[in-house]
């Protein structure tokens, strides 16, 4: 059988099996094949470009996939129903519109993200449109760090602190050091300028913060 890298391979181990998947932004489709074949799942697998969706075809066809779908559709616009929905490789500003914009949510839907960036803003979004993160896991793909996130709809807003938008619930260290660094060198270059001063020095203790956090998980 296939293998995907890991990113997938985290989101496709936090998919549910028996259940109707849709697989937003599918590209390779390669994801939505290994649900149908080895999760009994019958996935609609959207794109909003046709170059990827003959991508897909021809990975469905090599691999003699029949319970995949393919569907042009932005987001969800043309998907009608699913229990898992997955969405990996966008940013975390479309990632939370494409949820938000989910027509048939209820209780049980669950949605598998993983945002390439911004998801200290995914998480805030979400958690303030009535979302609840269940899980998250970190995934390693060529030197990079990834986070991979469960997510439900409870209907109960919350606004979130920074520390919880910035880490979620991944108690990676890795993951966690990355975001400290990040904060660090921003708050480095900030403080070239007298006029950030004060903002440099709100990083920096949000960097210490993270930092303790690691320590404190291990």
């Not at 969800?76 to 940013?91: H, P, Q, T």
Request: proline fraction near 1%.
């Amino acid at each position: 059988m296939f293998s995907l890298d890991n990113r997938l391979k985290t989101a496709f181990e936090l998919c549910r099996t028996g259940v109707i998947a849709a697989d937003v932004g599918t590209d390779h489709a390669r994801l939505a094949a290994k649900l149908a074949l080895e999760k009994s799942v019958k996935v609609y697998a959207s794109d909003v470009k046709d170059g990827p969706l003959r991508a897909a075809k021809r990975t469905l066809d090599e691999l003699d996939v029949k319970n995949v779908e393919l569907v042009k559709s932005d987001g969800l616009e043309k998907i009608s129903y699913a229990d898992d929905v997955i969405i990996c490789g966008m940013g975390g500003e479309l990632i939370s519109r494409i949820v938000e914009e989910c027509r048939f949510i209820n209780e049980n839907t669950r949605f598998i993200l993983q945002p390439m960036t911004k998801a200290d803003f995914l998480r805030k979004r979400l958690y303030s449109a009535g979302f609840e993160l269940l899980e998250e896991r970190s995934a390693e793909d060529s030197g990079k760090i990834y986070t991979v996130m469960l997510w439900r709809f409870s209907g109960v807003s919350r606004e979130i602190d920074e520390i919880t938008a910035l880490c979620g619930k991944n108690r990676d260290g890795r993951y966690l050091g990355k975001i400290a660094e990040k904060l660090l060198k921003n708050a480095a270059n900030m403080e070239k300028s007298a006029e950030h001063s004060e903002e440099a020095e709100k990083l920096k203790k949000t960097a210490e913060k993270i930092l303790l956090r690691i320590e404190n998980e291990n």
